[in-house]
């Protein structure tokens, strides 16, 4: 979470209107900013602040399975400044001194960018292009706008002499995100490590069919008379119009199909599920499962966070992997059932985010080049 987001949200609880969530995303925001500081009080006046944030940014008490977050006393000092908001962002900044090896060595976090392969296979970067006309086939200008999304336009008659096989491939490295802009108007973004094949005649076609390998965040503009269809790793998604999020990172055990929006129906080989909206469809080789999902926690990296309640260690690092482009490495007999909690900025730097994890006294990180080693 950012800057702008946090003063929003505080301004918010000084006018008492929170919700719940944005509630224990301020208290989670407040524990990373005093992860970082230096600050230092009492036990009297650490106990007060505790007992403070308790009362008045509740959160809800923490499962009997292990967590990362619990000390919340070690770390609370900071905080105690933090009450105010606008004095903790001054504090914050300047926390770290000039010639810091720390700072020095730091692996920044990932970035606007990725690159566009032309149906004739030029690609482009689409970080170091300009904007305005950067291409022109099959009928249609593609166009860089001044936010840096992709913008497909018509440039001639669209039936005449059009290629109706020619596709575009959009792609991220690890570090990377994007947000594109379709040729029939669908809003879609790329998480790192991602990518989505589309035809450029998409709008004209019967079925808009799409490929993707990753995750990718969509917005289907409405066309009843042309379904949208997403394929991707062992299953396909059939959608008239909604919002929904697909992750089928071949590092990951199965490709969840999560629905904030509309109705979709998944289908693999001979098992096909409807899913409405918080639900999340599970495909693997057994089949289709079906679980009401925590949408934070799915649409997270499309709002720059990384959400880790109730998330197992592992799975919160592997998006922490792909957004720093660093390898985890574990010790020997390292536990599978350590589970994570709490919101983090994805624009924050890797060492930031390691130490709060940390904080906790669970897990120890060692980092070497772009390789973390984790042990207990």
Known sequence: MNEEKAIALIKKYKQGNLTKSEEGRLYEWYLLQAAESRAELSPEEMEHTVELIRNRLPLSQPDSSIRLWRRIGTIAAAVFLCLSGIYFFAYYKSSNPAGDQAVVMDILPGKTGATLTLSNGKQISLAEAASGKIAEEAGLTVSKAPDGQIVYQAATDMDSGTDANAINTLSTAKGETYMLRLPDGSGIWLNSASSISYPLRLAHQNTRLVKISGEVYFEVAKDKKHPFVVESRGQRVEVLGTHFNVNGYENEDLTATTLVEGMVKVSS?????????????????????????????????????????????????????????????????????L??????????????????????????????????????
Request: proline share 2%.
């Open 269 to 337: 080989g001979k098992h096909s599920k409807i899913i409405r909206p918080g639900q999340q469809a599970l495909t693997s080789k057994a089949g289709i499962s079906l679980r009401q999902a925590d949408l934070d926690n799915i649409t997270d990296w499309k709002e720059g966070d990384f959400y880790l309640n109730h998330v197992e260690f592992k799975t919160a690092m592997r998006k922490i992997s792909r957004w720093y482009d660093v390898e985890v490495i574990y010790e020997e007999d390292f536990p599978e059932d």
């Open 339 to 376: 589970e994570t909690g709490g919101w983090i900025s994805r624009n924050n730097k890797l060492s930031t985010v390691l130490k709060l994890i940390e904080s906790s006294g669970q897990v120890h990180f060692r980092v070497q080049g772009r390789k973390v080693f984790v042990s207990k």
